[in-house]
């Protein structure tokens, strides 16, 4: 069993910056890739970024390569997301969620996920 809490969202104006944390209950954090995934109002949730359980390996989506870093701290059982340059359409909740094996851009492959935290992007 895997707990996951999320935070370090926010009301950010375009442009901006937020560094997303992800902190990771149980001694198998280190064995399990993570991943980053956004959903939008009246949308379904997205992928966003993954991370190798060594930390890697890293993967993004189009819409967030070159402005979104994912990181890992296994010591710390904590995944971060550095999203910068911030657009009004990145304005969504973001779930950290981790894996064992699958598919990382589906949410199906995934065995645990966080409540989510708000990201407001201001234009």
């Known amino acids: 069993q895997v707990q996951l809490v999320e935070s370090g969202g926010g009301l950010v104006q375009a442009g901006g910056s937020l560094r997303l944390s992800c902190a990771a209950s149980?001694?198998?954090?280190?064995?399990?890739?993570m991943g980053w995934f956004r959903q939008a109002p009246g949308k379904e949730r997205e992928f966003v970024a993954a991370i190798s359980w060594s930390g890697g390996n890293t993967y993004y989506a189009d819409s967030v390569k070159g402005r979104f870093t994912i990181s890992r701290d296994n010591a710390k059982n904590t995944v971060y997301l550095q999203m910068n340059s911030l657009k009004p359409e990145d304005t969504a909740v973001y779930y950290c969620?981790?894996?064992?094996?699958?598919?990382?851009?589906?949410?199906?492959?995934?065995?645990?996920w966080g409540q989510g935290t708000q990201v407001t992007v201001s234009s």
């Open positions: 149980g001694r198998t954090f280190s064995t399990y890739r």
């Open positions: 969620a981790c894996y064992i094996s699958g598919t990382m851009y589906y949410t199906g492959s995934y065995d645990y």
